[in-house]
């Protein structure tokens, strides 16, 4: 079993940056951080597997980066240049086992999820 809760988000003005951190109790082998807004599909924004391997939705390329912690047990998003298109409601996913590198951003690729926290951004 893997237990996950999600911090860090909260209002902000277009430009600006946050941090979001996962909170993770168990193993996982790849960790990914999703996003979704009323009516739209869960989508992947960025995954990290072990060996350090990253992969980044294009939308976010260049503005976020996703890291992990573990002397602190944490998945973290760092947000950067925040636009009204990143507004959603962000989710932290984990997966026992490892995720081919083409499937790393698919929601059904896991198994554990979080609750969700709110990501604001107004222009």
């Known amino acids: 079993q893997v237990q996950l809760v999600e911090s860090g988000g909260g209002s902000v003005q277009s430009g600006a940056s946050l941090r979001l951190s996962c909170e993770v109790s168990?193993?996982?082998?790849?960790m990914g951080w999703f996003r979704q807004v009323p009516g739209k599909e869960r989508e992947g924004v960025a995954s990290?597997?072990?060996?350090?391997?990253?992969e980044y939705a294009n939308s976010v390329v260049g503005r976020f980066t996703i890291s992990r912690d573990n002397a602190k047990n944490t998945l973290d998003l760092q947000m950067r240049r925040l636009n009204p298109e990143d507004t959603a409601m962000y989710y932290c996913?984990?997966?026992?086992?490892?995720?081919?590198?083409?499937?790393?951003?698919?929601?059904?690729?896991?198994?554990?999820w979080g609750q969700g926290t709110q990501v604001t951004v107004s222009s």
């Open positions: 996913a984990a997966q026992p086992g490892l995720i081919r590198p083409w499937l790393r951003l698919r929601r059904d690729a896991y198994t554990y």
């Open positions: 168990g193993y996982a082998d790849c």
């Open positions: 990290f597997c072990r060996g350090d391997n990253m």
